[in-house]
């Protein structure tokens, strides 16, 4: 049973890809078209779960709505990024900060609302551990 858990444990590690590979943005730019939407993380959080990042960092789930001012419509992006654990301490003044910064690097967009969502790793690797010391 326990070489089954770690075979299955090993896979996800081992297949998940980089969590780079379903980022939607670099630094402040978008990496694809403003005037659509746009979605690298079909699954929502579960997309970037099992992806790999740095050390001290997590993949997290990324959304991110805009307004386009030139097409005067609203779009959004899903995708992972890479987060420090201590960014995901004081997730609210990140958001903010980032908000502002995408807003002032990209004259074209404004009303940037973000969304990370981190806590599903933490759930995932809580399981794991219950999972097993119950084996």
């Known amino acids: 049973m326990l070489f089954l858990f770690l075979t299955l444990f090993g896979c ?3 297949l998940g890809g980089e969590c780079g590979d379903k980022a939607v943005l670099d630094d402040y730019d978008f990496l694809y078209d403003t005037y659509a939407d746009y979605k690298r993380a079909y699954h929502g959080s579960a997309s970037c779960i099992s992806l ?3 050390d001290d960092c997590l993949c997290c789930y990324l959304k991110i709505k805009f ?3 030139q097409a005067d419509k609203k779009f959004t992006h899903r995708g992972c990024i890479s987060m420090l654990g201590t960014k ?3 997730m609210d003044n990140f958001i903010e900060e980032y ?6 690097s990209n004259e074209n967009i404004d009303k940037v609302d973000i969304n990370i969502d981190c806590n599903s790793k933490f759930m995932k690797i809580t399981g794991l551990v219950l999972l097993a010391f119950l084996l």
């Open 99 to 104: 908000e502002q910064k995408i807003k002032d």
């Open 88 to 90: 995901v301490q004081d």
């Open 52 to 54: 790999r990042s740095d």
């Open 12 to 14: 996800v590690i081992l």
């Open 67 to 69: 307004r386009n001012r």
